[in-house]
């Protein structure tokens, strides 16, 4: 009823995918995100029928299950499916966060016998892993799980221990893991709503790894933007912001970096006025320790402009800003972070006015067949004999008046803005 698990979560992932599905509701139940209450199981050949009906009509590909309840109702997918050429999504819900039984007696030994085998991806948490195989070791009950007939399995993570996630993909021949920091508290409704991901990412056409890979991404930014109702410990999915989705293939120091970068963003985007937005939009980067290449710097894939809609971070999609950067690191290894604004000679004075470092160059006298922000860092660091902490350039023809910020880090680059715009306002 809360809408954060269940069906209705199904829905909503397949939705923000893009995907189009068909619903069946097995049981209704009276929960909060918290408990448990009552379960009521529908009529199994009223569900039959209308199973028999979706897949007659439609023809869908991928067919995902979650909680059933009913062992005669397993029955009925099973002996509906097996001769169909539709791949199963198998979900296995056996109870609640809060210990609730959610499968009559006897529901797990059908599911072994007959979803289990004709199963293309089953998603099952450690327990329900356990009490599928009767094993603890992860790698040992996966291969017991492909033994059964399953063509792959995702062990998901969420309910171990420690500061990162992962779960294990086992597709008969090797392993792969998935992994992103964990975000602490309690979650509802995470299993239904990643396998649904991964589900609606398979129906667009893409392969099985990749469709696990984003679906994790997008999980972790709606656990990222949860919210608690009321009295309620448990949390609810947010939206996935689309600046809160994690590159692909990030993890160490590049996830840090692009985290670091993801809260400097939203709290830059928040202080900074609209006069201060050039035309061309403002870009914020933030580059790894031992950066060489814009490659190792993370920045906005769209500029900031005044409707201030923040898109995704990623490496290697800045030009402008990484040559900022990756300049200054020549220099000094510890400016890593940039930003540009529109110029101002009022922002400009108060930076001076609280004793900011700030240096400047003319676009009139660069060199032909030289990057602009490239030689221009480098002459405003030779002119003050160190990395500024602004720099500026009054434009020129066809090119807008600029001032770029840097900082050891982003927080280091919005502490100075604010600092400086904070002095405008007195």
Known sequence: PTGGAGILADMKALSLS??????????????????????????????????EEALDRHEPKYCKLGMIYSRELLRCISALLEDRKIKLIADPVFRASDGTQLCEDGYIDVYRRKIVPITYLLTPNMYELYQLTGIKDIRQAARNIIDMGAENVLVKGGDAEGKESTDVL?????????????????????GCTFSSLIVAN???GRGL?????????ILWSMMLNSYKLENFE?????????????PKDTAGERFDVWLSLNRGVKRFV????????PEVGINFGYALSDAESRDDVCALVKRIDRSRQLGRLDF???????????????????IRSAVNLRYSENFISHSEKLNFTVANFDRGKEPENVSTMEWGTRVAIEKTGGIPDIIYDRGGIGKEAMIRILGRDPDDVVRKVEAVLRSMSL
């Open 18 to 51: 893009g995907a189009r599905g068909h619903f069946i509701i097995t049981c209704l139940t009276s929960q909060t995100p918290d408990r448990v209450i009552s379960i009521e199981p529908l009529n199994v050949e009223k569900l039959c029928h209308q199973i």
């Open 170 to 190: 086992f597709d008969g021949k090797k392993f792969y893991n998935f992994t992103l920091p964990r975000i602490d508290g309690k979650f509802h409704g995470t």
């Open 202 to 204: 398979l129906s667009r």
């Open 209 to 217: 790894k990749t469709s696990i890979a984003e679906a994790k991404r």
């Open 234 to 246: 448990s949390r609810l999915l947010g939206m996935p912001e689309e600046v809160d989705i994690p």
């Open 270 to 277: 928040r202080i900074i006025p609209d006069h201060l937005i």
């Open 316 to 334: 290697a999609s800045s030009t402008h800003i990484s040559r900022v950067i990756l300049t200054a690191m020549k220099f000094d290894k510890k």
